[in-house]
């Protein structure tokens, strides 16, 4: 429950490719106390360890996983839907979720889009099956961004929109 008596949104967190939920964890870290106050967030890795090489080695250690495999073009996905069932099976087994952060083929999405993040084609590909998706821009690349004050804005109108869902269900 939060500080004010009102349950957090659970939220599950789905890492950037070639990282991990540990790794998110850790990023997360550098969001204002005031966003994580708010939501209780749970880490799952991808099903696929990484098959190449990870832009966060030597920043952070392995295992590195992937959430989808691309053909050798990097041109589409080979395993989309095997990747969205993996996610749809742990929501259901480890549910009940209110959001997801990362991608979603749930309602409530809320995602980073680094400008010159090399995967940004595939990560707009994947928005389009949300519903109202929340999107923070940011100038870097595959990354979670720091907060800057139009992101935190952005982060926490995410955050009500997901807490008046959970207060009407109650």
Excluded at 149 to 169: A, C, G, W
Aim: charged fraction near 25%; glycine fraction near 8%; proline fraction near 7%.
């Amino acid at each position: 429950m939060g500080s004010e008596g009102v349950k957090k949104p659970r939220i599950l967190c789905l890492h950037g490719f070639r990282t991990s939920g540990h790794i998110l964890k850790t990023q997360l870290h550098k969001w204002p106390q005031s966003v994580h106050d708010h939501l209780d967030l749970e880490f799952l890795d991808a099903p696929f360890p990484c098959q190449g090489k990870s832009d966060v080695e030597g920043i952070f250690d392995p295992p590195y996983y992937e959430w989808f495999q691309f053909n050798e073009e990097f041109t589409e996905y080979t395993n989309f839907d095997e990747c969205v069932q993996y996610i749809e099976d742990y929501m259901i087994k480890h549910g009940p979720f209110d959001g997801l952060l990362g991608f979603s083929q749930v309602i409530n999405c809320l995602r980073g889009a680094g400008e010159t993040d090399f995967l940004r084609p595939y990560g707009t590909q994947l928005l389009e099956s949300c519903i109202e998706p929340m999107i923070i821009h940011h100038p870097k690349g595959h990354t979670i961004p720091r907060l800057d004050p139009e992101s935190l804005k952005t982060t926490m109108s995410f955050i009500k929109r997901i807490k008046d869902v959970v207060e009407n269900e109650q």
